[in-house]
């Protein structure tokens, strides 16, 4: 039997649903939590406001007049949480849970230099500067939602439908750039009848728990984990998707997965 050594692992999170399922499958492998960061911007109540305007701009206004009349009901009605979205999930991962309004400040920086982790996984976070980054011994995981180099930046499920490309999963170690760190897994994403972008993104969450607790256990064992090189030239970094492309993608996909009964048409129509 291989001898694993355990590593000194912290988890950043922002209260996503990828850093929860994240967790989720760190705990079903066995692999032990030193601590949780927790990036409170996302939740503040200043920030409303910001969060209201790019909900505007990424939406439009009717989905954004949906959005908020779903707001209202929920104030009328009793409210339903997520329990990944409440403090006392994250203390059935970690003893150690820490707050903090960004991961690149000094609380932060002085929490893990003291702390000296083996590694940071990234389960929803901003991005992470180089003042963090050269911390952990082995350095960063990010899971992210698209495949490298091709897809880089957000929104990349749907522009990869969008564009008639795979839509997938890619594992990789950060560096200063964005999404341009080696790449240690890729994996695709497959599309069924029904998906919706939701449905896609909890399929990504999923694979993406699965590869990052791959990853760790190659580590414990060997020391090392196999990557593979980014060009820095290639693939597009992509920003948030105009609301009414968003909406025409989701038609496709829609049309995509309705093609699936129909072997003789193709998909991308």
Known sequence: SQTMMTLRTVVFTNKSARGAE???????????????????????????????????????????AKYAY???????????????????????????????ENFNNEQCETFLKENKPDLIILGGARIIRA??????????????????????????IPWAIHNGDPIGVTLHFIDAGIDTGNIVSREEVPIVKGDTFGSL??????????LVCEAIIELSVSGKVRTITQKK?????????????????ANKLERMGSALDKPSKGLDS
Not at 77 to 98: A, G, H, M, N, R
Not at 201 to 210: E, H
């Open 70 to 100: 779903k707001k209202l009901a929920k104030t009328i009605q009793p409210p339903v949480q997520k329990s990944w979205k409440l403090d006392q999930f994250y203390k059935e991962y970690s003893e150690t849970i820490l707050k903090v």
């Open 131 to 156: 003042n963090i980054i050269r911390i952990p011994k082995y350095g960063i995981l990010n899971a992210h939602p698209g495949l490298l180099p091709e897809y880089r930046g957000v929104d990349v």
């Open 22 to 64: 994240i967790l989720r499958q760190m705990k079903k492998c066995q692999i032990p939590i030193e601590a949780i960061v927790i990036d409170t911007t996302r939740w503040n109540r200043k920030n409303k406001g910001k969060k209201a305007r790019r909900t505007l701009n990424r939406f439009g206004l009717v989905e954004t």
């Open 233 to 249: 030239s290639e693939g597009t970094q992509y920003f948030r998707m105009p609301p009414n492309l968003r909406i025409e993608t």
């Open 201 to 210: 993104m909890k399929k990504a969450n999923k694979i993406a728990g699965r």
